[in-house]
């Protein structure tokens, strides 16, 4: 993922920026979260995301992307981490 922006002035311009910010792909995951919830209205749609996407848990009536949590899981750079630079004998178990 890309690195957003926290200061509200910067942020405007990161979104408002069409060549860093896939508006075909932040449409089609708001059409697929309307549709989750359309289809089964006690769903929950879970984001795997870790940049802090603004918006990402707001409705899509207002603008934002549909998800309702927002997971941030760092597991998978841990292991990335542990594969690199450890051998499967110096992995702990705790």
């Not at 860093?20 to 089964?40: C, D, F, I, P, Q």
């Not at 997971?71 to 594969?83: F, G, T, V, Y």
């Amino acid at each position: 993922g890309m690195w957003v922006p926290s200061d509200p002035a910067e942020l405007d311009e990161y979104l408002g920026a069409d060549n860093k910010l896939n508006n075909a792909g932040v449409r089609y995951l708001m059409m697929a979260t309307s549709l989750v919830h359309e289809l089964s209205p006690g769903a929950a749609a879970i984001a795997d995301e870790f940049t802090g996407f603004p918006s990402l848990c707001t409705a899509t009536s207002d603008g934002g992307l549909g998800f309702d949590a927002r997971q941030a899981s760092a597991l998978p750079q841990h292991l990335r981490s542990l594969l690199k630079t450890r051998r499967d004998e110096e992995w702990g178990m705790a």
